[in-house]
């Protein structure tokens, strides 16, 4: 059974940059598709960025397209979702996601995750 545990949201000003980190226990994430959602008050959740294992293959939303990054550190089990310039627009709880699949599948679709972390706060102000 995979534990995913986010930490680094926070408060930050438009412009501004945070870096979300994803621990994963119970499972090796060298082998497990991830992704990042998130969602705002009154709205359903979205995906956000999502990454294939063993090739590193990424996607992203249009809407963070060339402001977010997602890598991971299999060394530290590790999944990170860096996040530069950021607009109030981007305020919601973000939360990691894992699930095992075939190498170089990228998995956008949240229903398609087996494993989800508690969500971490990310709120920009103007």
């Known amino acids: 059974q995979v534990q995913l545990v986010e930490s680094g949201g926070g408060l930050v000003q438009a412009g501004g940059s945070l870096r979300l980190a994803c621990v994963a226990s119970?499972?090796?994430?060298?082998?497990?598709?991830m992704g990042w959602f998130r969602q705002a008050p009154g709205k359903e959740r979205e995906f956000v960025a999502a990454?294939?294992?063993?090739?590193?293959?990424?996607d992203y939303a249009d809407s963070v397209k060339g402001r977010f990054t997602i890598s991971r550190d299999n060394a530290k089990n590790t999944v990170f979702l860096q996040m530069n310039s950021l607009k109030p627009e981007d305020t919601a709880v973000y939360y990691c996601?894992?699930?095992?699949?075939?190498?170089?599948?990228?998995?956008?679709?949240?229903?398609?995750?087996?494993?989800w972390g508690q969500g971490t706060q990310v709120t920009v102000s103007e």
């Open positions: 990454q294939s294992w063993g090739t590193g293959r990424t």
């Open positions: 996601a894992a699930t095992f699949t075939s190498r170089r599948v990228i998995v956008v679709i949240s229903g398609q995750y087996e494993y």
């Open positions: 119970g499972g090796t994430l060298s082998t497990y598709a």
